[in-house]
C-alpha cells in the first residue's frame, strides 16, 4: 500500500498534536496506521514518532526507534536528552548527550538546558563548566533558556557566585531567571539575598508564579520569619494571581510547626480544598513530635489513615 504524497505531513501533524498532548494511546493508534500505510520506516515520520513517544515518557520505544533511524541527527538526541532529564532519569540524559559527542553531532540552541538540568541536579559543577563554555563557544550566551538553565545548575551546585554572574550579565531576564537564582540563595542560607531580589522583582512589576513564591516560603521557614511567610501566603493570589498549592501549604506547616504554632498549622491543614500527600502531613507529625502535642498528632494520624 503506497501513500499518496499529502498522508506523511497529515501524520506528521497528527504525531506533533500527540507529542503536545502526551497521549500515548492515540499514539499507539496512529503508529499502527502508519505501518499499514508503510510510512512508518519514512525518516520524517520516524523522527515525529520517537519525538512523540519521549514526549509521553515510553523511552523504551524511542530508544528502539532511535537504533533504528538511518540518520540520528541532533534533533533525535535532543529528544531523549530532554525526555530523560524530564523524567528525573538524570544519568541516563548525561548518557545520551555523552554518546551524542562520541558520535561527534554538533549542539544546537536546544541541547544545553537540559543537560545542565542534569548537571545541576547530580552537583556535576566540572561538566556544568564544560558546558558553560559550549553556550559561550557556541554562541548561546544571549539565549534566554541557555541562561536560566546555568543559573540553575550553578545555585543547585552551591556556585553562587557563578549564578549571579550569569544573572546580571544577561541582556533580558525573565521571571523564571528571578526564581532561578532566589532558589540558589535560598539552598545555601542566603535569606538577605533572596529577599532582596523577591521585592525588586515585585518593583519592577516581574511577573511572580508558583515556584518563586515557595522559595520564598521555604526561606520563611528556615529563617523563622512567621509573620513574614503568612503576610506573603495570605496575599499571593490577590497579589500575583497564584492559587496556593500543595507545596505551598507544606510550607506553611514546616514554618508554623518550627515556631511551636502546632495547632495553627494542623488548622490550616484542615481548611484545606486540595487533596494531601505524605510530605505534608510528615511535616504536621514531626512538628508534633517535637513540640510535644500528642493530641494533635492522634488526629493528624487519625486524618491520613482515612485518606490514605
Known amino acids: 500500500m503506497h501513500a499518496r504524497p499529502r498522508t506523511i505531513p497529515f501524520f506528521a501533524s497528527l504525531l506533533d498534536e500527540c507529542s503536545s498532548t502526551k497521549s500515548f494511546q492515540k499514539l499507539k493508534q ?27 515518557s515510553q523511552m523504551r520505544e524511542a530508544h528502539i526507534l532511535f537504533s533504528f533511524a538511518s540518520r540520528q541527527p541532533t534533533f533525535l538526541y535532543n529528544c ?17 548527550f555523552h554518546h551524542m559527542i562520541i558520535a561527534q553531532k554538533p549542539f544546537d540552541i536546544s541541547t544545553l538546558p537540559p543537560v545542565l538540568k542534569s548537571c545541576g541536579q547530580l552537583s556535576h559543577v566540572t561538566l556544568g563548566r564544560q558546558l558553560h563554555g559550549a553556550v559561550l563557544v557556541n554562541g ?28 546580571d550579565e544577561m541582556p533580558v531576564r525573565s521571571y523564571v ?44 521557614s528556615r529563617e523563622g520569619m512567621v509573620e513574614k511567610g503568612k503576610e506573603v501566603f495570605e496575599t499571593m493570589e490577590e497579589r500575583f494571581g497564584v492559587k496556593p498549592g500543595l507545596e505551598h501549604y507544606t510550607c506553611m506547616v514546616d514554618m508554623l510547626g518550627k515556631a511551636g504554632l502546632v495547632e495553627e498549622a494542623e488548622e490550616l491543614v484542615m481548611r484545606m480544598e486540595l487533596e494531601t500527600d505524605e510530605a505534608l502531613w510528615n511535616a504536621l ?12 498528632a492522634e488526629r493528624v494520624e487519625r486524618r491520613f489513615a482515612g485518606r490514605a
Open 30 to 56: 496512529i503508529h499502527a496506521k502508519t505501518i499499514l500505510l508503510d510510512i512508518s520506516s519514512h525518516s520524517f515520520i520516524r523522527t515525529k514518532l520517537l519525538s512523540a513517544y519521549a514526549s509521553c
Open 80 to 96: 531523549l536528552i530532554r525526555a530523560y532529564s524530564s523524567l528525573n532519569q538524570l544519568s541516563e540524559s548525561l548518557s545520551i
Open 140 to 167: 548561546y550566551s544571549s539565549d534566554l533558556s541557555n541562561n536560566n538553565s546555568l543559573i540553575s545548575m550553578y545555585g543547585k551546585c552551591g556556585e553562587l557566585e557563578c549564578a549571579r554572574k550569569v544573572f
Open 177 to 220: 531567571s528571578w526564581s532561578a537564582v532566589m532558589t540558589g540563595y535560598e539552598k545555601v542560607g542566603m535569606a538577605f539575598q533572596v529577599f532582596v531580589l523577591f521585592e525588586k522583582m515585585v518593583g519592577m512589576g516581574m511577573e511572580v508564579d508558583g515556584v518563586t513564591l515557595t522559595t520564598v516560603l521555604t526561606t520563611c
Open 285 to 296: 507529625l514531626a512538628a508534633c513530635k517535637i513540640h510535644g502535642k500528642v493530641e494533635v
